[in-house]
Structures are given as structure tokens and as C-alpha cells.
């Protein structure tokens, strides 16, 4: 498993990361032999970055993460997301403080590499509204966050590039955070690559142009569309649902069919749309790891496959490009 920088941290991870949400399932749905057998493969693979969150099974993921770790005593990046909203900001951070140790106590860890902000961003928020401003996320949040930077809770701090998407380039382009979890895949590729004005998804407006000038560490997630880029229909049995859509302007019918568009080059290439959607999320080179959701060690050892034959080549990258924003 090759490696790359995370941004200008100084650390280095591997290119295929471990995803422990509900998508995949294994770390909430799964039998804990199961579990421990994947995350040892990984390791094996060369995995070293597992991502989780406090929403994932209502802690679960945290959970049993942080149990099988435990149990195999090995020395990977861990990092895990907490969702919050202005209410919790309101009272001088003691919510935030709570809920991270509460993640930190079901992990049973005292530190964490990576924390992120799970939530959307706007550039105002209203009565109600549960996602952050750009003035909160700038404001208290990344106060609070640096706090445990300093105390060594954390080592690197983020958040989910998701919501209106001005505002998040806002976040990005201040140089504040360390990491970003970007929208990144073949059905839309706009962090990464201009997209004509009729493209019906949200515009992630190359979000990873400003995150590298940053010299943010970005990790891709949605890299196969929450299954969409499977290639086939039926889910796996402990894998979750679709999980809604995170940006506008789609839903998972129609990155289904605009899945189906790329099907020709795939098959052209002899490999699966699922292969086709990983090594083209690895032509990003700014790209520090592809998030892959895993029901099963066999979709662990799949994904570590399509890295292995590398990145696909500049010339079939802008075909895709081209047949998914038509």
C-alpha cells in the first residue's frame, strides 16, 4: 500500500483509509471476529488511517474500533468526527469538551490524530438551523479545537467539506485546519476538475485547489457514491443504507445512471465500475487517502487490488470526467 503526505502535517498515510461508517457497516453491524479480521488485514495491507465518528451507530463504530485496536496493540492514525451544532458552541465550549471525551472514552484512547467538525457549513445560519456558520466554525469551534491541540487530545484538526459551498471554501482558504474530508468521486468529480454550468450535482468548485494551497491534508469520501459505483444493486447484508444525499442536486437514482455512463470505459479497461471508481479518486495526487466504506474483509481486499494497479491514466480520468458531467 503506497503512502502519501497529509498535507504539510509531516505525517504520511496510506492511500486506501478504512472507513467505519454506516455504509460499510462492518464496525457497527458486524461480528466482532469479523471486525478484528478486518482491521488486522488492513493492517497487513498496509492501512494505516481508520475513520470514524460519534454519529457512526450512535458511537457503536467508536466503540468497537477502539476495542479491536486494543486487542491487536498496533500503532495506527486514528481519527473520529464530532457533530455539533450552534447550541453546543453557545456555552463557552464545555458541550464540545464533553462530547469529545466521550468519544475519546469510547475509543479508549486519551488522544486521537485526527478531529474533525461533522457537519455542514453556511455562511449564516438560522433559527434552528443545526448547521455552523463560517464565523462559528472560525470562531468558537476552531478555538475549542485548538484547545485540544495544545492540551495533545488531538493532533490535527478539520472538518467535512459539506453544505454551501462558498462557505466551506471559505474555511478552507483561511489556513486554519489541518484536514478535510472533500466530495470527491468519478460521479462528481468538481472538487477537482471544472464541471460545465449545466451539471446537475453540487459544484464542489475545486475545493482541493484551495485545500492543497492551504496545505490542508484531504481525504476523499463518497469515493464510490455509497455504492452507486458498486456495479450492481444488491448491498451487502450488514452494509447500511445510501445515507441520504450529502450535497444537492442528486440523489442516489441518479448517480446510478450516471454510473451506467461510465460503464463502457470500464469494461473497456476490463476491470469493474467499483475498480474504475477507486483508482480514478487515486488519480488525484493531491489526494492524501480515498475513504472506502467495508462490510467485509473481501471488500477490504478488493479495494486494496484496484490501489494496487495504480491510478488511472491522465487520458481515461478525462474521459470519465467528460461522460459524468455531460
Given at each position: 500500500?503506497?503512502?502519501?503526505?497529509?498535507?504539510?502535517?509531516?505525517?504520511?498515510?496510506?492511500?486506501?483509509?478504512?472507513?467505519?461508517g454506516n455504509v460499510g457497516?462492518?464496525?457497527?453491524?458486524?461480528e466482532r471476529s469479523e471486525q478484528q479480521r478486518a482491521v488486522e488485514r488492513a493492517i497487513e495491507l498496509g492501512i494505516t488511517y481508520f475513520d470514524t465518528a460519534a454519529q457512526y451507530?450512535?458511537?457503536?463504530?467508536?466503540?468497537?474500533?477502539?476495542?479491536?485496536?486494543?486487542?491487536l496493540r498496533t500503532d495506527v492514525l486514528v481519527g473520529t468526527k464530532l457533530g455539533l451544532t450552534p447550541g453546543d458552541?453557545?456555552?463557552?465550549?464545555?458541550?464540545?469538551?464533553?462530547?469529545?471525551?466521550?468519544?475519546?472514552?469510547?475509543?479508549g484512547r486519551e488522544s486521537v490524530d485526527l478531529l474533525y467538525y461533522h457537519?455542514?457549513?453556511?455562511?449564516?445560519?438560522?433559527?434552528?438551523?443545526?448547521a455552523l456558520s463560517v464565523s462559528q466554525v472560525l470562531g468558537p469551534l476552531l478555538d475549542i479545537f485548538r484547545e485540544f491541540q495544545h492540551d495533545g487530545r488531538t493532533r490535527l484538526i478539520g472538518f467535512t467539506g459539506l453544505g454551501e459551498t462558498p462557505a466551506v471554501l471559505e474555511?478552507?482558504?483561511?489556513?486554519?485546519?489541518?484536514?478535510?474530508?472533500?466530495?470527491?468521486?468519478?460521479?462528481?468529480?468538481?472538487?477537482?476538475?471544472?464541471?460545465?454550468?449545466?451539471?446537475?450535482?453540487?459544484?464542489?468548485?475545486?475545493?482541493?485547489?484551495?485545500?492543497?494551497?492551504a496545505g490542508m491534508g484531504v481525504l476523499a469520501i463518497r469515493i464510490l457514491g455509497a455504492g452507486a459505483l458498486a456495479g450492481e444493486r444488491e448491498r451487502h447484508p450488514i452494509a447500511g443504507g445510501t445515507g441520504g444525499a450529502l450535497i444537492s442536486g442528486t440523489d442516489y437514482e441518479s448517480d446510478l445512471q450516471r454510473a451506467e455512463r461510465l460503464r463502457p470505459i470500464a469494461d473497456e479497461l476490463g476491470i469493474s465500475l467499483a475498480?474504475?471508481?477507486?483508482?480514478?479518486?487515486?488519480?488525484?495526487?493531491?489526494?492524501?487517502?480515498?475513504?472506502?466504506?467495508?462490510?467485509?474483509?473481501?471488500?477490504?481486499?478488493?479495494?486494496?487490488?484496484?490501489?494496487?494497479?495504480?491510478?488511472?491514466?491522465?487520458?481515461?480520468?478525462?474521459?470519465?470526467?467528460?461522460?459524468?458531467?455531460?
Open positions: 500500500m503506497r503512502q502519501r503526505p497529509l498535507g504539510s502535517s509531516g505525517l504520511t498515510v496510506s492511500e486506501i483509509g478504512f472507513g467505519c457497516g462492518l464496525l457497527i453491524r458486524g451507530g450512535d458511537g457503536v463504530s467508536e466503540q468497537n474500533l477502539g476495542g479491536v485496536l486494543r486487542e458552541l453557545a456555552d463557552g465550549g464545555k458541550r464540545v469538551r464533553e462530547l469529545f471525551q466521550v468519544s475519546l472514552d469510547r475509543l457537519g455542514r457549513i453556511r455562511e449564516d445560519g438560522g433559527p434552528g438551523d443545526r474555511a478552507v482558504r483561511s489556513g486554519s485546519f489541518d484536514v478535510l474530508h472533500c466530495y470527491f468521486s468519478a460521479l462528481n468529480p468538481s472538487a477537482a476538475h471544472s464541471v460545465p454550468a449545466g451539471f446537475a450535482p453540487q459544484n464542489m468548485d475545486r475545493m482541493i485547489d484551495y485545500a492543497a494551497s475498480e474504475l471508481g477507486i483508482r480514478f479518486a487515486l488519480g488525484e495526487t493531491r489526494l492524501a487517502t480515498a475513504l472506502v466504506g467495508i462490510s467485509s474483509v473481501d471488500q477490504l481486499e478488493f479495494a486494496a487490488r484496484a490501489a494496487a494497479a495504480g491510478p488511472l491514466p491522465p487520458e481515461v480520468i478525462d474521459r470519465v470526467v467528460r461522460l459524468a458531467t455531460a
